[in-house]
């Protein structure tokens, strides 16, 4: 793998837009609050799957 220092090779890091041609941080067709909205979702989905770890792990305990 090249160093990022390779890469640039003496062009200006500001005109390279580095984190904004990223196409799965910032998308560029859909409204900024739908990734809110995914992120919250995504967080709803992790704490239900980890409760339902705890309750799967407590009725084999018991």
């Known amino acids: 793998m090249m160093r990022f220092t390779e890469a640039t090779s003496g062009k200006d890091i500001d005109s390279l837009r580095y984190w904004g041609n990223h196409p799965m941080m910032f998308g560029t067709t859909q409204p900024f ?30």
């Open 33 to 62: 609050w739908v990734y809110g909205v995914l992120w919250l979702v995504t967080w709803f989905l992790v704490i239900a799957v980890l409760v339902a770890l705890l309750r799967w792990l407590w009725k084999k305990g018991g």
